[in-house]
């Protein structure tokens, strides 16, 4: 295979990378992927270890 | 709540039904992870000590290279692969398997099943990493850089991991959320990438050897993978959780998180080959390898800001609190040797710092001051929790963080200076062709060096010893004895603190 | 994000990026490198350098040329068995074996070679050990540099030939042994300079290992020249 050649299949492979990822991105927004994003940092906390409430101390500490 | 547990095949099903919403408290998930958690940590630690040993022995060769030298199992190159295979496979992964489980167990929210499977690997990785050790000692080595366990105790390994993962994986089906939280995400790929990395790594390395340096190329996506897709995904799941788990506020941007994510997976995979800089492999490789590793500015950039806008204004709280103490301490030094790691992948950086003790500082700022000090940190956060009994000394505490802490970071300042001093003394070439500095002059140049890091050594030591004893005291305490009969760590916020 | 599928094709696809590129494409790209003479010939036994393209553009690999000797060449039995004790003893993580152009570092001005190493130097061994870390010099050239005398001493206690040096000494790969009265001294015993002499009747003699290790290192050269590596002038 020649440089050009190569680049050719290089380019073909960058294109359906790009448009791949592009589809991705497009079927996460269109399926609600991306709605209430923000919530889910707050799965962590229980009504044991609760949001707002420092969970460690050294002990005898606190 | 069922009362019979589920049988292996049950949980394998993929036809089988969720249970009933069985959402178990976080205390529940604990008490279930009682037996493995603790027995992944036990070892961890042993691992640790056993790590630190061979290391003063490989600093003290360094200042009296005869040292032991008449021992053929004690030689240098020997014990500074136990040394290396001890901390990676001994501490570091059974360190991350205890905290990163745990996590994972915890954002499922659901009872564990079959600790028997996950004890079942846990005892046979480790018997497998004794033997590894042995097998390096006695001089079976294999002469690969983070492979060095001999060729007949890696099905061992494999087996064991292949355990350990399917049992993560049944964690993770059952679970009992709708959101998958971002440590779940590090935690679930660090088990997917490792199996297919240390694969391909036996495979094309040790039992049909490629040809030529593609064995070279080959071992450096895998040595740095070991770092940047098995241990730094632990390490950060790890500091994602427990940074706004201690502080009992949310991570400051969860979509940056979740960024961090993918572009971490998409470029650190390719940073390893910046190890064969100026070696004799195709450029191209060498140009995508340094591509990629400053790519991971990106990564690196976001984490910080992430978790430095999630910890600030509660600094003085934070402060108070052994987990995060170590946490930030080891998120701070990931973004530091992130940063670094991408300079030192540029041609003209990597000129010096190639071939030197910066590169061994190098290694050991990513694995301690980042991994082991945030992986401490989990450790003193989730050990109580499983144990229901908590740390029996603060000032052994305290006593391990300074040590660790001022011990690494003098460590890696000693030797990335004398490293870098030393690359230009290498380099450095007259106007009539020859070289500036001999050998013998450079060997000399390193010595002083060479005491400051056994000092430093000397200090980490120090705070392993402590901690050491804070754990055995921990585990062989009287359970009952002048202790609330619930740790404070764990009990419920008072009136007075609630006001 | 709750697709699952979506994370572990994510996930699956990013280490299946690097794991063609690096491990792949490398295979494929080294994989007919063959030990070649130092310059190559087309058809008409006209010498070619450099990457050629016939008159369609493909790739020109060119022929040996005939009378003309191939390297790298296949080590002794002896060398290939010392190399095992040369990975055994984990000298690799003092010694790299590679030497960078020049240009690129001092290598070549420090005397470690007479031209950068390339990826065909390597196509014969089985383990091969560029190294990462220069404790001690670079040993691609080491066979050119010292005799087995040398080496012999070196190992036994590298500050008989290096009072500076830093590196452990090998000891118990010698034998120290009492002279025979009958057969008188060994023809392999080591001889040992001022203060390093054994007591009156004693000699050193290396043990097999020691030997082998000896002709491993002395193997170590890369005194030809390669179709894309010419010897620097």
């Not at chain 2, 992870?33 to 036990?42: A, C, E, I």
């Not at chain 3, 690096?22 to 310059?39: G, K």
Request: charged share 15%; proline share 5%.
């Amino acid at each position: 295979m020649t440089l050009l050649e190569y680049l050719g299949v290089a380019v073909i492979f960058a294109t359906l990378f790009f448009f791949g990822g592009a589809f991705a991105l497009y079927w996460a927004k269109k399926n609600n992927q991306f709605n209430n994003l923000e919530e889910g940092s707050r799965v962590i906390f229980d009504e044991e270890e609760p949001e707002g409430q420092q969970t460690d101390f050294f002990p005898g500490e606190r | 709540m069922s009362s019979q547990s589920p049988t292996l095949l049950d949980s394998l099903s993929p036809t089988a039904e969720r249970q009933e919403a069985l959402r178990a408290r976080l205390s529940e998930v604990d008490r279930s992870m009682r037996t493995p958690g603790t027995f992944f940590v036990v070892a961890a630690v042993l691992w640790l000590m056993v790590g630190t040993l061979f290391a003063l022995l490989t600093a003290i060769k360094f200042t009296n290279p005869s040292f032991l030298g008449h021992t053929e199992i004690f030689t240098f190159g020997r014990v500074r692969s136990a040394h290396l295979n001890s901390v990676i496979y001994g501490w570091a992964t059974n360190a991350g398997f205890a905290v990163g489980l745990w996590i994972m167990a915890r954002l499922c929210r659901t009872r564990v099943r079959h600790t028997r499977i996950l004890m079942a690997g846990a005892v046979f990785w480790n018997l497998g990493v004794i033997g590894g050790i042995i097998g390096i000692l006695k001089g079976d080595m294999v002469a690969v850089e983070w492979l060095e366990m001999p060729g007949y105790v890696t099905p061992l390994l494999a087996i064991s991991f292949a355990l350990i993962g399917v049992w993560a994986i049944i964690a993770f089906r059952w679970r009992q959320t709708d959101h998958v939280y971002v440590s779940q995400w590090y935690i679930l790929a660090a088990f997917f990438w490792l199996p297919w990395l240390y694969t391909t790594a036996q495979i094309l390395l040790v039992f049909e050897p490629a040809k030529g340096v593609v064995q070279s190329l080959t071992n450096w996506w895998f040595a740095h993978n070991v770092l940047g897709l098995w241990l730094t995904p632990l390490g950060l799941g790890t500091a994602y959780y427990l940074i706004p788990k201690v502080l009992g506020r949310p991570i400051y941007s969860y979509y940056l998180s979740v960024y961090g994510f993918w572009t971490l997976a998409l470029f650190y995979n390719w940073a390893g080959v910046h190890h064969l800089i100026g070696g004799p492999v195709p450029a191209w490789v060498i140009s995508a390898g340094t591509v990629a590793s400053v790519m991971m500015v990106i990564p690196v950039v976001v984490v910080a800001v992430n978790h430095h806008m999630t910890v600030v204004g509660l600094h003085r709280q934070g402060w108070r609190s052994p987990t995060i103490r170590f946490i930030v301490f080891g998120a701070i030094n990931y973004t530091i040797v992130s940063l670094i790691g991408s300079a030192m992948a540029l041609r003209d950086v990597n000129l010096s710092t190639h071939f030197t003790d910066f590169t061994v500082g190098h290694a050991h700022h990513g694995l301690y001051a980042f991994y082991t000090m945030i992986m401490f940190g989990g450790m003193y956060y989730m050990l109580p929790r499983l144990l229901n009994r908590e740390w029996p000394s603060a000032f052994l505490i305290k006593t391990h963080f300074w040590m660790t802490a001022l011990g690494i970071l003098l460590m890696v300042n000693v030797l990335q200076i004398c490293g870098w001093i030393v690359g230009e003394m290498m380099n450095q070439v007259t106007q009539d062709g020859t070289v500036a500095y001999t050998f013998q002059q450079i060997v000399e140049f390193r010595v002083p060096w060479h005491w400051l890091r056994s000092v430093s050594g000397f200090m980490i030591t120090i705070g392993h010893f402590a901690f050491f004893i804070n754990v055995v005291w921990m585990l062989f305490r009287p359970s009952k004895a002048d202790q609330p009969s619930q740790p404070t760590l764990l009990t419920r916020p008072t009136a007075e603190a609630n006001a | 994000m709750r697709s699952l599928p979506l994370l572990f094709l994510g996930i699956f696809f990013t280490l299946a990026f690097s794991w063609t590129g690096i491990v792949l494409v490398s295979n494929v790209q080294l994989r007919d490198l063959d030990p070649a003479t130092s310059t190559l010939v087309n058809d008409v036994q006209e010498p070619i350098s450099g990457v050629t393209y016939d008159k369609n553009g493909a790739e020109m690999m060119g022929n040996n040329m005939s009378g003309d000797v191939v390297h790298p060449q296949v080590k002794s039995g002896s060398a290939l068995r010392g190399q095992e004790v040369y990975e055994q003893m984990g000298c690799l993580y003092c010694h790299s074996q590679q030497v960078r152009r020049a240009g690129y570092g001092s290598d070549i001005a420090r005397g470690w070679g007479q031209r950068q190493s390339v990826a065909r130097d390597y196509v014969l061994e089985d383990r091969v050990m560029l190294g990462t870390m220069r404790t001690g010099p670079d040993l691609a050239n080491v066979g050119l540099r010292y005799d087995a005398n040398w080496q012999f001493q070196h190992l036994y206690n590298p500050k008989i030939t290096s009072p500076y040096s830093i590196m452990p000494p090998y000891g118990f790969l010698f034998e120290k042994q009492k002279i025979s009265d009958v057969t008188g001294p060994s023809d392999d015993a080591i001889t040992l300079p001022g203060d390093w002499a054994l007591d009156e009747g004693y000699e050193l003699v290396p043990t097999q290992r020691a030997r082998d290790l000896v002709a491993y290192l002395l193997s170590l050269r890369q005194d030809y020249e390669l179709p894309e590596a010419k010897f620097e002038q």
